[in-house]
């Protein structure tokens, strides 16, 4: 950054002598003209040195800021992969020195749980790194809102086989939002699987549809789970960040932590926004606010730094 | 199998640490408890505390840095080892202030492990017993005082709170005044029972090592590192 400012001030300098030795052919004209159009051309240089330092100066923020974003993703995936990895190296250990057969199964069972979290992190890791570049490449079309919640809704029921009630309510009209079709069942499959994840068994989902008052999609997913503590509100959209109370079976192991980030990425991909909360009667309650399809989605979705 | 009565209480939110290191600990004899937050293992340590506590850093409800403090309140000599699976945390996390007596990254040897868990029985064992002072197992390098029996350390006559691992580098050192240890060498002898230790850990500890000496002793340069080889004990005085 320092040399770059050095290398704008010499070239400052360098318009300067220029306009000077213009000045200096024009000998014959008077002094008071020879005055002002160095001036003139001083004022100039200074203007343009100081707009293409502004954009130098933006554009290497803009990479800085990419750079440190890098460098936390890398730290956090190292950090990440520990906890498997200690699980697999310790049940590895022990499988060498044990002898029973029922201690052994165990923990060759740790061990394929384990490999098999690792892969599940590393390919929603692939995933939200390219979610950036993805978005903008793909398709976007108007995909109508009350369609898309009924067929994830759907699939849900079938895959919760009645553990969990899945309740959808949406007005007649039908909302529409620009977006792939593929990318937002992305995200309401992730909310709704976070949803029936802290659900207990007989609990319900709710999604709920309503036009918001700029005219764009307003879908709220809530539970009748434990609700989130008040201190991880503010990190429940972390890459990686999970906290699942009372939670030691299977399920906690299918969720690496990455799902709510992915449906933020997403949504805030396409110029929404999305929130979470407690309802009254407790419960989670995640907000998604989506803009209208009519109103220029792409501009802002390009517009992203 | 022997028969210990001492307690070791694990605490991990991840379940298969959690188990597998209990699973290791009660093969030596250990009775072992395990907690998968720090509010639950806490709630049980107001109960009764157990003689020795395996502790992540990083857990839900109360984390393993206000644990610690908390466990070191109730008690000065509980032995307590943490587990971390962040290098660099180490660094900002334990410096002299929170009193843990060693660490090790993840992913640990199960091995090094409960060797370390022996080692700091030992330690504490010995520590209430001042009577056996075996002059074999003392080392003697210039100011430094070294006793192999409690893995403890004198500098100038003043104790220095070592971790076990801080303690093994330096006795490494120490040992050959003048010699460089290589970080392989170092490894071998800091980690006996682990073979995939990464050279910035030994490096990570020498630092720590350096500062605790530092905090005694603002002059001190009995720790040498010698660029691209390894690290070296010079006799204070000598320089």
């Given at each position: 950054m320092e040399l770059l400012r050095l290398g704008l001030r010499l070239l400052l300098f360098n318009l300067l002598l220029v306009s000077l030795t213009i000045a200096g052919f024009l000998y014959l004209v008077p002094w008071a003209a020879v005055v002002v159009s160095a001036a003139a051309a001083l004022l100039l240089s200074v203007f343009f040195a100081a707009a293409i330092t502004g954009t130098l100066e933006d554009l290497t923020r803009r990479l800085e800021d990419r750079q440190r974003a890098t460098e936390t993703l890398a730290s956090e995936v190292a950090h990440e992969l520990k906890n498997p990895l200690a699980s697999i190296r310790s049940a590895a250990e022990m499988l060498h020195e044990v002898r029973e057969p029922e201690e052994r199964r165990r923990f060759a069972a740790v061990i394929q749980e384990e490999v098999a979290r690792m892969e599940r992190q590393v390919s929603q890791l692939a995933e939200i790194t390219r979610i950036d570049a993805r978005l903008e490449n793909e398709e976007q079309v108007a995909v109508p809102v009350n369609g898309l919640l009924a067929q994830v809704a759907e699939r849900f029921r079938l895959r919760e086989n009645g553990r969990v009630k899945f309740e959808l309510e949406a007005p007649e009209e039908v909302l529409t939002v620009r977006a792939s079709p593929e990318r937002l069942t992305q995200v309401f499959e992730n909310l709704l699987d976070n949803a029936a994840g802290f659900s207990p068994a007989g609990g319900a989902v709710r999604v709920a549809l309503e036009r918001s008052r700029d005219g764009g999609a307003l879908i709220r997913v809530s539970d009748?789970?434990?609700?989130?503590?008040p201190e991880h509100l503010s990190r429940i959209?972390?890459?990686?960040f999970s906290h699942r109370p009372g939670e030691e079976g299977r399920r906690a192991r299918l969720?690496?932590?990455?799902g709510l980030a992915i449906a933020k990425a997403i949504v805030e991909g396409y110029g929404g926004s999305i929130a979470a909360g407690n309802a009254g009667a407790g419960g989670a309650v995640f907000t998604v606010r989506l803009p209208s399809s009519?109103?220029?989605i792409s501009r802002q979705v390009m517009g992203r730094s | 199998m022997q028969s210990r009565t001492e307690l070791v209480a694990v605490v991990d939110d991840e379940k298969n640490i959690r188990e597998t290191v209990a699973f290791a600990l009660k093969r030596e004899g250990y009775r072992v408890n395990t907690y998968a937050d720090g509010a639950e293992a806490w709630a049980a340590f107001r109960r009764e505390l157990p003689d020795l506590a395996v502790l992540d850093i990083?857990?839900?409800?109360?984390?393993g840095r206000e644990l610690c403090r908390k466990l070191r309140a109730k008690s000065e000599t509980l032995p307590i080892v943490f587990l971390t699976s962040?290098?660099?945390e180490l660094d900002r996390v334990l410096g002299?202030?929170?009193?843990?007596?060693d660490y090790l990254c993840k992913p640990f040897s199960m091995r090094e492990l409960v060797a370390r868990v022996k080692v700091l029985f030992r330690r504490a064992a010995l520590?209430?017993?001042?009577?056996?002072?075996e002059e074999a197992k003392m080392l003697r390098a210039g100011s430094l005082e070294i006793d192999g029996l409690r893995y403890t350390a004198r500098w100038r006559g003043e104790p220095l709170a070592l971790t076990v691992t801080e303690f093994l580098l330096l006795q490494a050192l120490a040992r050959h005044p003048g010699h460089v240890k290589t970080r392989q060498q170092l490894m071998e002898e800091a980690?006996?029972?682990?073979?995939?230790?990464?050279?910035r850990t030994i490096d990570s500890h020498v630092k720590r090592l350096r500062r605790k000496f530092e905090s005694r002793?603002?002059?001190?340069?009995g720790i040498d590192t010698v660029h691209g080889l390894g690290y070296r004990w010079i006799e204070a005085g000598a320089e």
């Open positions: 009748e789970g434990p609700g989130i503590p959209f972390d890459r990686f969720h690496p932590g990455l009519r109103t220029g | 990083l857990l839900p409800r109360m984390d962040k290098d660099e002299l202030e929170l009193g843990a007596d520590a209430s017993d001042p009577s056996r002072r980690y006996p029972n682990d073979a995939y230790v990464s050279e002793d603002a002059a001190f340069s």
